[in-house]
């Protein structure tokens, strides 16, 4: 009996084995040691390429150009890895990889994992990495975030921060330029992070900062400018934005500095991570190393194209898993980092997403995860295992973003003349009210009515992200003057300011597309991604121009940072706490219980009119409450007897 149970443990195991092999094809590596292992002493690599018939080492003095230094062939090792060490000293050496597959060498790659690169991130760098920390940096702690739905974001480019005339920062679309304060528009207005810190948002969530494959960093007077969804090394800064692109360490040092500046000043850092797919397919790093295996694949052995950018990366299998947890680690532990928004979430399949969210809430309780819950295409992984936003409440603490409420509150992001809630447009309450709801379950919500989502996807509040727009298409002014192009510029800037009082005042994670506050146009560019600065560049004399529309929008964030009832926790306090009142097209009205959750104001009302004509609201429903916004104005407090919603605005009402 126990020679047979070993024979069934030995078959069983063998299937299990066979299983595993049919279904990834090579054992994955369990180490924690890919790449370079650096000492004063010795430098040792090891790169997992389980294909490989032969692999190098290529070493160099410069980061392009010029013959190799040496070129080292690599001892194969356990679990599909190559390896060399190198004894003594390489620090600023840079090196490259490269295998041979079915009798063919392939082309020279930087490490996957490189921690430092050279000028167009061809070849990684050997680096110390405490060498780039700043002076300070042991000391240097995270703003503290005690919930999701306490942080206020804020999308922004880099580059567009800084890089306009009128700026007034010296070190234009620069890592550094983010870190200069006392810096003012031409009529003394602040800019850059000054401005950041005045308008009181909690998180900035920088558009991809890691080193992507669009800009030549060799020139950089040449006039370049791309968003930088086109990821090349995804472990160390991208080098257009370092003040010296050659040597890898300036980087990271700058971005570092810029990182603790923005600690020392109450702002969280959020990164903009795309995981999702990589700029080169065929030539990646990845496919170059081991072919084929970090990508989907269709029946007819293409690559799979869910992001419509040529190729999308199969998350579930082991090694890409393994990169993406290993990635946003280091990011966490090397660059004090404070949250990921995952571009094209919705290609990355639930359980590796899980795996990174419980292993970054180890070790950094208040980070901040969201993505986008959507695709570009379709994938050939199924639908009922990617992080789409059907499958929010298969994910733990990780956002999506509702374009429910997006689109409510605009119109259709693929029509630009469609007009939204805010813009007049009839039978858009029901989507203001789940985007209000932050797509939590609320009795009063009429689904089948929503605009996209017919039932309720977020667990809790804290997993929806509530916005109006962001980099993709048209800015919200943009939108608006599009869609609304009949109505006068006072009413576009009504509209403008009820939509922004809406993600303001709603439920969930607040998020702002940067220069929103001062109504921030792209002349009319739906897909700014490769436009130039003429077009993306933050143009810092509209802070002047419509400085009453930036004082309401720091207002606006004043007001939900004071008050918990905008910032509810759980979805039962959502059911609970919120009360729709019955009211005509076009008006939304409700009111949050305060006391609960310990608010200073025991009931709010909020009221919004998405109407071109006056409506009143019932001396009934208001007795007893004080004014705090009246038509998009906030005014010192004062009891009522009636109250008139004039078009296009928001009014808020509170009982102390």
């Not at 429910?404 to 003349?417: H, M, N, Q």
Request: proline share 4%.
């Amino acid at each position: 009996m126990k020679l047979l149970f070993i024979l069934m443990v030995l078959c069983a195991f063998a299937f299990y084995c066979r299983a595993q092999n049919k279904k990834e094809s090579f054992l994955p590596y369990t180490g924690s040691d890919l790449g370079l292992t650096w000492s004063p002493k010795q430098s040792i690599f090891r790169i997992w390429a389980p294909t490989a018939s032969k692999a190098q080492l290529k070493l160099y003095s410069q980061s392009f150009g010029g013959e190799p230094l040496q070129t080292i062939g690599l001892t194969k090792s356990k679990q599909g890895t190559w390896t060399a060490t190198l004894p003594g000293n390489y620090l600023g050496t840079y090196y490259t990889f490269r295998i041979e597959y079915k009798g063919q060498w392939l082309n020279e790659v930087a490490d996957p994992y490189a921690k430092a690169v050279g000028t167009n991130g061809k070849r990684a760098m050997i680096v110390d990495l405490k060498k780039t920390n700043p002076k300070g940096w042991e000391n240097d702690h995270s703003p503290q975030l005690k919930s999701p739905t306490d942080a206020i974001i804020y999308e922004l480019h880099i580059r567009d921060a800084s890089i306009a005339a009128n700026s007034g920062i010296i070190n234009k679309g620069k890592f550094t330029g983010l870190t200069e304060t006392g810096t003012k528009n031409n009529e003394n207005f602040s800019t850059g992070l000054d401005h950041l810190t005045q308008l009181g948002v909690t998180h900035i969530h920088l558009l991809p900062f890691f080193d992507y494959n669009s800009v030549d960093e060799s020139d950089t007077l040449k006039a370049q400018y791309n968003w930088g969804y086109d990821p090349l090394n995804y472990n160390t800064p991208e080098g257009s934005y370092a003040s010296n692109t050659t040597d890898g360490n300036v980087r990271i040092k700058e971005f570092k500095q810029l990182i603790k500046t923005f600690h020392e000043n109450g702002l969280s850092v959020v990164m903009d991570a795309v995981y999702n797919h990589t700029a080169l397919t065929g030539e990646s790093n990845f496919n170059q190393l081991v072919p084929g295996y970090y990508y989907r694949q269709t029946k007819d052995g293409k690559f799979s194209n869910a992001t419509a950018c040529g190729n999308e990366t199969a998350s579930e299998k082991a090694m890409m898993r393994k990169f993406m947890l290993e990635s946003v680690l280091y990011w966490v532990n090397e660059y004090h980092v404070d949250g990921f928004r995952f571009d094209l979430m919705g290609v990355h399949d639930i359980e590796t997403m899980n795996i990174i969210s419980a292993a970054l809430h180890k070790i950094k309780p208040g980070i901040l995860l969201y993505g986008e819950g959507w695709t570009a295409g379709a994938s050939t992984l199924p639908d009922s295992l990617r992080a789409l936003k059907k499958n929010a409440a298969k994910l733990n603490a990780i956002a999506v973003f509702s374009d429910d409420i997006r689109d409510g509150i605009k119109g259709s992001v693929f029509d630009a003349a469609d007009k939204g809630f805010a813009s007049g447009k009839d039978g858009m309450e029901e989507s203001i009210k789940f985007g209000i709801a932050a797509a939590c379950k609320h009795p009063q919500i009429d689904y089948s009515k929503v605009n996209y989502s017919k039932a309720p996807y977020a667990k809790e509040p804290g997993s929806t992200i509530t916005y109006t727009e962001c980099h993709d298409n048209n800015t919200l002014w943009d939108k608006l003057s599009i869609s609304a192009a009949t109505a006068t510029v006072k009413e576009r800037i009504e509209m403008h300011k009820l939509a922004l009082s809406i993600v303001l005042t709603s439920q969930g994670i607040s998020f702002l597309h940067a220069g929103t506050e001062f109504l921030r146009n792209k002349k009319g560019i739906e897909n700014s991604f490769a436009s130039p600065d003429s077009i993306n560049a933050i143009d810092w004399s509209l802070k002047t121009k419509n400085i009453a529309v930036f004082t309401y929008v720091q207002q606006l964030i004043q007001l939900r940072k004071a008050h918990p009832a905008f910032r509810l926790q759980t979805a039962a306090q959502i059911k609970d706490n919120i009360l729709f009142f019955d009211t005509p097209p076009g008006i939304i009205g409700y009111q949050l219980n305060g006391v609960t959750v310990k608010d200073s104001w025991k009931e709010i009302q909020v009221w919004f009119n998405g109407n071109g004509e006056e409506k009143e609201i019932p001396a009934l429903k208001i007795n007893g409450f004080k004014t705090v916004i009246v038509n998009n104005i906030f005014v010192t407090s004062s009891s009522l007897e009636k109250l008139i919603l004039k078009p296009y605005s928001c009014i808020v009402l509170y009982k102390e």
